[in-house]
């Protein structure tokens, strides 16, 4: 085991799927699995029943503990060697609220690092309900975060119910092209009965509340609480719908088939937030400049 090995490992903990975890990484999907396949052959016990969401086992939470105690260690050792040599590496949090790590991540890191290579960039996604923390400087987020903070509007989208024509053969039989002919014209009733998965405490769920209201329609959520991106892979699975962000479902090849929902304006869904009484560091100050650019170019 070694300290990359720890990361993989407590990221794949947070998210859920091996899916998350890999985009939260910046690695393949193939790459994550078989580093966590090695460490389990390397500590000669399954970490994780392959369920979906994951879930550790004994011998897992054991492993999550000290691999928690190892980093939180190598980043004081970190902080400590700086000093002795006499200067700091400059450091970078992003946070990343509701959503996990979206899409446009990936692009606006590989340009900051261009300009900021010494930089140590981390990212971190916040659980719904976790309060907010203090100590990372700006957050990308899809609402605003109310006051003592600045929330710039960066892009706005639009709501889509997506679900897979295999779930509809399941839950409607025979009538099943019947209901994907209304959701095609925007009828979320055409779902009555059909099972969907419950965001909690996430602007998703406000969203589908409202969705579900203005269409008239109560959903019959299935009994799974979790987080958004292992929730949303119960939707990919084809276990449930799920109403999402139509960027969100076009960004991912392996998303259901996504469908309008009448009466649902596009929203303001993508923001970079800061809190409005502290003077951002350069490396932060750098990272809101290009994501400015960025979506400023995306909008012409």
Not at 102 to 130: H, M, S, W, Y
Not at 146 to 163: A, I, Q, T
Request: aromatic residues 10%; glycine residues 6%.
């Amino acid at each position: 085991m070694n300290f990359r090995t720890c990361k993989y490992f407590l990221t794949t903990c947070e998210m859920g799927t091996i899916n998350a975890a890999a985009r939260s990484l910046f690695i393949s999907q193939q790459s994550l699995s078989q580093h966590i396949k090695k460490l389990e052959e390397e500590l000669g016990v399954p970490l994780f029943y392959r369920s979906n969401p994951l879930i550790l086992t004994e011998a897992g939470k054991r492993v999550e503990q000290s691999c928690r105690r190892i980093l939180e260690e190598l980043g004081s050792m970190e902080h400590d060697l700086g000093l002795y040599r006499g200067a700091q590496t400059p450091e970078l949090t992003i946070g990343m609220l509701d959503y996990g790590i979206p899409d446009f991540v990936p692009p606006l890191i590989d340009q900051f690092l261009k300009k900021e290579p010494n930089v140590l960039l981390r990212t971190r996604c916040i659980p719904a309900g976790e309060r907010i923390p203090t100590d990372i400087p700006l957050f990308f987020s899809a609402r605003e975060l109310g006051s003592g903070y600045k929330s710039e509007v960066l892009f706005y989208d639009r709501m889509v119910v997506c679900v897979r024509d295999s779930l509809l053969k399941q839950v409607y039989g025979d009538g099943w092209r019947l209901h994907r002919t209304r959701l095609r014209e925007g009828d979320l009733s055409a779902l009555e009965g059909c099972p969907f998965v419950e965001h909690r405490n996430t602007p998703l769920e406000k969203l589908s509340e409202m969705a579900f209201a203005q269409n008239h329609f109560t959903p019959k959520y299935l009994p799974i609480i979790g987080a958004t991106e292992a929730l949303t892979q119960l939707c990919v699975n084809g276990q449930a719908a799920c109403i999402t962000f139509a960027g969100q479902a076009a960004s991912h090849s392996d998303f259901p088939p996504s469908y309008s929902i009448s009466n649902m304006p596009s929203l303001a869904t993508g923001y970079i937030c800061y809190r409005s009484d502290v003077i951002l560091a350069h490396p932060a100050q750098q990272f809101l400049d290009i994501t400015r650019r960025y979506f400023s170019r995306r909008k012409k």
